[in-house]
């Protein structure tokens, strides 16, 4: 039974996701292409443009009520706009009006932030499902984010809410690419672990793995300066997420993406650094816990969102992103 599908688009810097979602989750088609992120901006939308032929292929796209669009941002979803950092060509473009009229000019379209969408995620089928307050992140090469307060997901005016990346936790820190300084992701990210590491006389194994999964294996045989590279990243983690929930009150942070994927190499280190940064009675039971939603949390993320319309549950505010057909 499926009788009310959306189609979702997970837009990044190295590949274009698309699927057709049901109801409960289930991905029932999916299309991909790479992502020809060093072209022009005309071919990258020819490449999205192929994803959804792919999707109005289907037979079930008849049942298809609705588009969401997850991209890496900065997106602008009040102009349905996007200028994502690693596809230079796409500045202030126009994606919501292209896939619009790609998907046959019937149906609405809703676009959220890459970070955004993982927080729909979480919060309709991952680890944040029953929490009406909570932070989901992810880490891997960069670090982003989204919010889920008061029980709905909380994009923002332009669809970026949550960037926990690029909160300051170190004043006089390294400059970081957004022009900041000392931002959470140039701490935290997957290469600045392993640049981290490398630069204290960490060496990889006889693998040669360079990578923050490089250093997650040495961390866990019990190299000291790999365990101090994800320590130091815990801080930068733990700092971001304390700041978050005495700001808006929230009562899980969930932490996914490929750093994630080191466990208890980050976790434990992030569970002791919070009991630091967290310490008013308001914010100290806070726990955090691994995102669940795996691979598939940007299409999720993106289906969540472009359905939230009619379910508040869990919910975009009506209109967020929209372009109505
Ligand atoms: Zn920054």
Redesign the pocket.
């Known amino acids: 039974m499926h009788s009310e599908l959306v189609a979702a688009l997970d837009i990044g810097g190295t590949k274009i996701a698309g699927a057709l979602v049901d109801g409960a989750g289930g991905i029932l088609v999916r299309a991909q292409r790479p992502t020809p992120a060093g072209e022009s901006g005309e071919t990258v939308a020819r490449a999205v443009e192929a994803v959804l032929a792919e999707l109005t292929a289907s037979p079930l796209w008849p049942d298809v009520r609705a588009v969401g669009i997850g991209s890496a941002g900065p997106v602008d979803a009040s102009a349905g706009t996007v200028s994502p950092v690693n596809v230079p060509a796409w500045r202030n473009f126009p994606l919501v009006e292209r896939v619009h009229r790609a998907a046959g000019g019937r149906l609405p379209v809703r676009l959220v932030g890459d970070g955004v969408a993982i927080a729909a995620a979480e919060h309709w089928l991952g680890a944040a499902r029953g929490h009406d307050n909570a932070l989901c992140m992810v880490v891997s090469t960069g670090v982003g984010g989204g919010l889920v307060l008061g029980g709905r997901l909380h994009p923002g005016p332009t669809g970026n809410a949550g960037h926990i ?2 909160i ?1 936790v170190d004043l006089d820190g390294e400059r ?5 300084r000392g ?1 959470v ?2 701490i935290a990210s997957g290469p600045h672990i392993a640049r981290r590491a490398l630069e204290n006389g960490w060496r990889p194994g006889p693998d040669g793995d360079t990578t923050a999964a490089g250093v997650a294996a040495a961390a866990r045989a019990g190299d000291p300066v790999a365990l101090a590279s994800f320590e130091r990243a815990a801080q930068a983690l733990a700092a971001g997420i304390a700041a978050t929930a005495t700001l808006v009150e929230i009562d899980i942070a969930v932490v996914g993406g490929g750093v994630a994927g080191a466990g208890d190499v980050l976790f434990t280190p992030l569970r002791r650094a919070l009991r630091d940064y967290a310490t008013l009675s308001f914010v100290r039971d806070l726990s955090v816990a691994p995102a669940r939603t795996g691979t598939d949390a940007g299409l999720l993320g993106a289906a969540a969102a472009a359905t939230a319309h009619r379910d508040p549950h869990p919910g975009l505010p009506a209109g967020v992103g929209g372009l109505t057909g």
């Open positions: 990346g690029h300051s970081c690419p957004c022009g900041g931002c992701e140039r």
